[in-house]
């Protein structure tokens, strides 16, 4: 099966975790756009859906469902998205298609985070892909300081030549090189920094779920 097969067996997988009647939570890139296609099948079960990207909400809004304003929302279900790695223990790293400010968010106010992954994302420890961490613009020289004195090599992310610029308006420094051995303490240590305002590890708030596509078909990874 090609990655992109596995990407596809996952997110039709994750339609069952999606509840009749409420609100879903959709997150952001190319397995999730799989998920949006699937979603549209039963479109008629849900009230809608609270997209974590502008891409995403022209997708679903594409689709004909419903995309509600997450002020509007006071909790759903499930939120569903991919990632760039994930280990055993549910902790990931995302933020590879700079939505992860709205992916953290949304997942906040959500009960359940449902990961779609191919397998190649299930790694033994966090760090081999560059960490994302999206920072204020008038920040990033100063962020990717501190950065580096952790033990990492920041790179401010380009498009066209330019510091891409997320659907926040800020930029996304991409850190390579770090030894994530505690994803849940770097959480909380690179969210200190002034001008941060996310960083990629989705480790205090892990998955509840993965669902992971492999050529032997989709694994359920469960976590506490
Ligand atoms: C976007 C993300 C994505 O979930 C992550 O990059 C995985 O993407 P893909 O499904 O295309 O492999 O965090 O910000």
Same mark, same amino acid.
């Given at each position: 099966m090609t990655q992109d097969e596995l990407k596809q067996a996952v997110a039709r997988a994750a339609i069952e975790y999606v509840v009749a009647g409420e609100i879903v939570g959709v997150g952001t890139g190319s397995t999730a756009n799989f998920f949006i296609d699937e979603l549209a099948k039963i479109k008629d079960r849900i009230i809608g859906a609270v997209a974590s990207s502008d891409a995403s909400a022209a997708r679903l809004r594409g689709h004909g469902i419903a995309v509600l304003d =997450?002020? %509007?929302?006071?909790?759903?279900p499930v939120y569903i998205d991919g990632a760039d790695e994930i280990t055993a223990q549910g902790a990931m790293i995302k933020g590879g298609g700079a939505a992860l400010t709205r992916e953290k968010i949304v997942a906040s106010v959500a009960r359940k985070f449902i990961c779609i992954a191919d397998g190649s994302k299930l790694v033994e420890r966090l760090g081999q892909f560059p960490l994302p961490v999206e920072v204020i613009p008038m920040a990033h020289a100063s962020v990717s300081r501190k950065l580096a004195a952790l033990g990492g090599e920041p790179r401010l992310r380009l498009k066209d030549g330019q510091p891409l610029l997320t659907d926040n308006g800020c930029c996304i420094l991409d850190v390579f090189g =770090?030894? @994530?051995?505690d994803p849940q303490a770097l959480e909380r240590e690179i969210n200190? @920094?002034?001008?941060?305002? +996310?960083?990629? =590890?989705?480790?205090? %708030?892990?998955? +509840?779920v993965c669902l992971l596509g492999t050529a032997e078909g989709v694994r359920r990874l469960e976590f506490a």
């Open positions: =997450l002020n %509007q929302v006071e909790s759903m =770090l030894q @994530i051995e200190q @920094i002034a001008g941060v305002v +996310t960083v990629g =590890l989705f480790a205090q %708030q892990g998955a +509840t």
